[in-house]
C-alpha cells in the first residue's frame, strides 16, 4: 500500500489527497458515531451498527492512509524554508506527538461520556482539518523547495 500512496502523491498531489482524507475521515467518523447511535437508541437493529462500526472503521484507515498518514510530514520538509527546516520541523514533530497524547490520554474519558459525542467531536475537528487545507496548505507537486520558498516572500 505504501508504494502505491507514494506513486498517488505524485501523480495527484499533495493537497487534493490531503482534502480526500480528510474528507473521508470526517464521513467514516460520522458513520461510526451513527452506528453507536443505532446500537444505543435502535437496539432492534444493533447487528447492523455493529457491521456499520466496522465500515467506518475500515474507511478511516484507508483515508487516512490516502493522506494524512504521510502527506503532512512530506509537506512538512518541503515549505519549511532551509535556513529554519530543523527548528520547524522539530517543533511540527513536537505538536504532532503531543497531540496524539492528548488524544490517547482522553479518549478513555470521551468515550465514558458518550460514545456518540466523542466520535461526532473527532469528525468535526477532522472538518476543521479539510478546511484548514483548503485555507492554507499549498500544492507542492512538480515544485522545486526554491520556487516553494519563493512563494512565501
Known amino acids: 500500500m505504501t508504494g502505491f500512496i507514494a506513486w498517488l502523491i505524485e501523480k495527484a498531489g499533495r493537497r487534493p489527497l490531503l482534502m480526500i482524507s480528510s474528507a473521508g475521515m470526517a464521513i467514516s467518523l460520522v458513520v461510526i458515531a451513527f452506528a453507536f447511535y443505532m446500537k444505543i437508541h435502535m437496539s432492534a437493529v444493533s447487528h447492523i451498527a455493529s457491521i456499520l462500526a466496522l465500515i467506518g472503521l475500515l474507511a478511516y484507515i484507508i483515508a487516512f492512509s490516502l493522506g494524512m498518514g504521510a502527506i ?3 509537506i512538512m520538509s518541503e515549505i519549511f524554508p532551509t535556513n529554519v527546516k530543523g527548528i520547524a520541523g522539530s517543533v511540527a514533530t513536537l505538536a504532532n506527538w503531543a497531540l496524539s497524547w492528548a488524544v ?3 479518549i478513555n474519558l470521551l468515550l465514558e461520556w458518550s460514545t456518540v459525542g466523542t466520535f461526532s467531536l473527532y469528525a ?4 476543521f482539518t479539510f478546511i484548514f487545507v483548503v485555507l492554507c496548505v499549498p500544492e507542492t507537486k512538480g ?6 520558498e519563493a512563494s512565501y516572500r
Open 72 to 74: 503532512p510530514w512530506i
Open 104 to 106: 490517547t490520554m482522553t
Open 124 to 127: 468535526l475537528f477532522t472538518v
Open 143 to 148: 515544485k522545486t523547495l526554491e520556487e516553494i
